[in-house]
């Protein structure tokens, strides 16, 4: 059984780390561990590189706060070119897996809140009444009529980012 600590208590992040897991290496195949940890970006990245580098930076503060696990996992949300979409960052003793997710493009009255400073989950809390929206199915269920969710997207992503752990090429 892996360990795999994931640098988030956002249950829609935990969803979707688990079924990849479970997806690649079997049903119950790990115990998750949520921490709590650092992005070192601001609780709304923007950009390519910012959003990375937050994922990057929660992998890392995971590795020191819990060494001993077999894999540490970030999912870090951003803003980038009027869309959401998220980077994903899998490590390894002695490697990484990095994906980035399938990107939402998001209304101009959203856009525009969020640029004053705001956070997504907040506005779209407001927007749609859902409290916490961004820890359920997120601006992405809402403005897909739930046929996608944060979960689902980030489920993908991690998928993506688990391939260099599971086949032998990455390291040939």
């Known amino acids: 059984m892996y360990y795999v600590v994931c640098s988030t208590t956002n249950p829609a992040k935990i969803q979707a780390i688990r079924q990849a897991f479970d997806d690649i290496y079997g049903e119950g195949c790990c115990h998750i561990e949520p921490v709590d940890v650092d992005s070192g970006v601001p609780e709304q990245p923007f950009g390519n590189h910012e959003t990375r580098t937050g994922a990057r930076c929660r992998v890392m503060n995971a590795r020191q706060v819990r060494p001993e696990a077999d894999f540490w996992v970030a ?10 979409f998220s980077w994903v960052v899998i490590e390894n003793q002695s490697q990484r897996g990095e994906a980035r997710s399938a990107t939402l493009p998001l209304p101009a009255v959203i856009l525009e809140k969020v640029r004053a400073g705001e956070a997504l989950g907040p506005v779209m809390s407001a927007y749609t009444g859902i409290d916490e929206i961004g820890r359920k199915e997120g601006a992405i269920g809402v403005f897909t009529a739930g046929k996608l969710t944060r979960s689902s997207v980030y489920h993908q992503a991690i998928i993506l980012a688990l391939s260099p752990f599971h086949n032998e090429v990455y390291t040939a």
């Open 75 to 84: 999912v870090e949300a951003g803003i980038d070119d009027d869309s959401t």
